[in-house]
């Protein structure tokens, strides 16, 4: 048994669909746990893992394809009426250091000699700038107690060296186990409230430059960001 499947074999749900199905709810949005959808089609004996999911959590064509099916029968199955109108007061907070003011820059709205605007998709954002030149740099003034990225893990990806307001440069690789040849994009924080690194709210800094390390299971050492993530606080 794998140890994502107990809570279910439990009769509970996961952690983290538990934390997601209380957010929807503080939103009165509906929730469909697909998760349990594939658990289910698994223990009927019709299919195994192997041909839903490539790890605990990134399904395969097959798994998405379950997804959907059980999306759409959820939707087809609702009474359907407008939405109330009236506001509704939302709970207090779930974390104590939710991040609330967040906000997206583009990449391709930031000065980067040296990096390449690419016009194709990380995820859901449309484009990306990339780089593939261990030292070249990029730097991203930014408000507020938070700083991260929207960028791609593939099978070439690389690392890159970070470093906020003149702090010593730290490592951070953008391979993972799950990028594959089309790639997978995914958020990295630097800094952030819930992780306990946020930085003093004000003016900062990043400069981030292309590593000459990387994974040894790459096969380069390419760097594509799509965005940079920040919290300014008013």
Not at 5 to 28: C, M, N, T, W
Not at 134 to 161: C, K, Q, Y
Not at 166 to 191: D, L
Request: proline share 9%.
């Amino acid at each position: 048994v794998r140890d994502f499947e107990r809570p279910y074999q439990e009769g509970i749900f996961p952690p983290s669909v538990a934390l997601h199905q209380k957010v929807a709810e503080d939103y009165r949005i509906p929730s469909i746990d697909v998760g349990k959808a594939l658990w289910t089609l698994v223990q009927s004996g019709k299919t195994a893992w192997e041909t839903l999911i490539l790890d605990t959590c990134h399904p395969l064509d097959a798994g998405y394809a379950v997804y959907a099916e059980t999306v759409r029968k959820f939707l087809e199955s609702q009474d359907w009426e407008a939405a109330s109108s009236e506001p509704a007061a939302l709970p207090p907070k779930r974390h104590p250091n939710a991040v609330e003011y967040t906000r997206f820059t583009d990449a391709w709205t930031v000065d980067a000699p040296g990096w390449t605007r690419e016009n194709q998709p990380v995820s859901l954002f449309p484009h990306r700038i990339a780089c593939n030149r261990p030292g070249t740099e990029l730097e991203f003034a930014f408000r507020g107690d938070a700083i991260g990225i929207h960028w791609l893990s593939a099978d070439d990806s690389g690392n890159v060296e970070w470093s906020v307001d003149g702090s010593p440069f730290r490592s951070r690789a953008s391979w993972t186990p799950w990028g594959g040849k089309e790639g997978r994009g995914y958020s990295a924080m630097f800094h952030d409230p819930l992780s306990g690194s946020a930085l003093p709210p004000g003016e900062h800094r990043l400069k981030l430059r292309v590593s000459e390390q990387t994974d040894p299971k790459s096969a380069g050492t390419w760097v594509r960001i799509a965005g940079f993530y920040t919290n300014e606080i008013p």
